[in-house]
Structure formats: C-alpha cells, structure tokens
Nanobody, 123 residues
Framework: QVQLVESGGGSVQAGGSLRLSCAAS????????VGWFCQAPGKEREFVAA???????YYTDSVKGRFTISRDNAKKTVYLQMNSLKPEDTAVYYC?????????????????WGQGTQVTVSS
C-alpha cells in the first residue's frame, strides 16, 4: 500500500512557476512509477508527466520544455517543476503511483492516487 499527498499548488500569473510535490508513504517506493495527471472543470483527467523506477521521464506534448518531473527516493517524494505556466494549465493536479515501475498514460491503470492540489494560472 502507498499513500500519496500532493502539495505546492496555488495561484500564479501566466509565465510564472510552481513546484508540486508528491510525498509517499509505504515501502519499496523506489520501484514505483509515479505520474502526474490533471483535471480541469468539465474535462477528462489527462496525463501530464511520469517518471519510472529507472528515472526515465515522460511528458505529454503540451508541457514538454516547460515542466520537469524528478524523484528523490530517499525522501519518497516526486516533484513536478512547472515553468512558463499558461492559463490552460489551470486544473487540479493529482499524483498517482503504480508498483510495476512502467509508465502508462491511462489513468485507469494507476493503482494509488493522492487527493489533488489546485493550480490556477491567470492571464
């Protein structure tokens, strides 16, 4: 079992930055893949970025070059550095984990979820 707690959301102006954190509890965190998803009002949950157990990273096209995902296994924490934020990035951001270590973009295939943190970007 893994429990995930997100933090770091907030309100920023377009062009600003935020760093989201996903703190995990439980054993064997280092073998888990961890991903970030977002859900805007009235929209489906979407894949944003993920990092596997080997620290390989994956991004959806709209955030490439702006967002960076990283992990600190000693702290059992995954970070999402969000730069050059745009109003269309506004959403609730969730972190998720799956124990296989592989990254998949379908949220249905992730086993554990945090409660979410709100990111609001104003123009």
């Amino acid at each position: 079992q893994v429990q995930l707690v997100e933090s770091g959301g907030g309100s920023v102006q377009a062009g600003g930055s935020l760093r989201l954190s996903c703190a995990a509890s439980g054993r064997f965190f280092s073998i888990y893949a961890v991903g970030w998803f977002c859900q805007a009002p009235g929209k489906e949950r979407e894949f944003v970025a993920a990092i596997n157990s080997g620290s390989n990273t994956y991004y959806t096209d709209s955030v490439k070059g702006r967002f960076t995902i990283s992990r600190d296994n000693a702290k059992k924490t995954v970070y999402l550095q969000m730069n050059s934020l745009k109003p269309e990035d506004t959403a609730v951001y969730y972190c998720a984990a799956r124990p296989t270590g592989q990254v998949v973009t379908s949220g249905r295939l992730w086993d554990y979820w945090g409660q979410g943190t709100q990111v609001t970007v104003s123009s």
